[in-house]
């Protein structure tokens, strides 16, 4: 079934919001994006998009969206129509240690980061605060994350807490009843939340830090 101009710009804009911060926007933030003064407009086109399978929602959440399969099906095939994208390579010259001279690599080889490219379940995030900094992570960093529910206890996560608040932390089950979300700053204490009061959101896959 064919989408109305204000159908398209509301999952367009869901989509944006995901693929930027990793969760769906609250209906709040869906009006204010698209310039609507009505949460039951809001409301409206969300059902209309849900029985067309654009979209697909948990039942009385207000961040409980994602894309449906109808969207998802478009957007394959909308790639599929594209030429391929030819995915940058990088000089990989030779390895360093913090002492002795490097060793020259006589035949220059290439690093592909086409793991991560272009992948239709990697985003990137852009790290604000200080809570990982022993890991390496700091404030404006870029973490990419592999959008997943499944996560191992000690992995790097992007967590929703009580459906209000995303945050990055190792994340621990303890005694599958509560979560542990473990910063990684001694002046930090971890988060302890039972374990359905928190959404995985994805797993970190790099970090990205520009000097300039």
Known sequence: MALTKRQKEAVDFIAEFIQSNGYSPSFEEIAEGLGLASIATVHKHLTALESKGYLKRGFNQSRALDLGPQYRKEERDRKREQPPAVLPETPLLGTIAAGQPVEAYADQETLS?????GAENVYALKVRGESMIDDHIMEGDYVLVEKTDRVRNGEIVVVLVRGQETTLKRFYSEQGKTARLQPANTGM?????PLSDVQIQGRVLAVHRRYR
């Not at 980061?113 to 490219?117: H, W």
């Not at 204490?189 to 939340?193: A, D, L, N």
Request: aromatic share 20%.
């Open 189 to 193: 204490e971890p988060i302890k939340v």
């Open 113 to 117: 980061f086409a793991d991560f490219c």
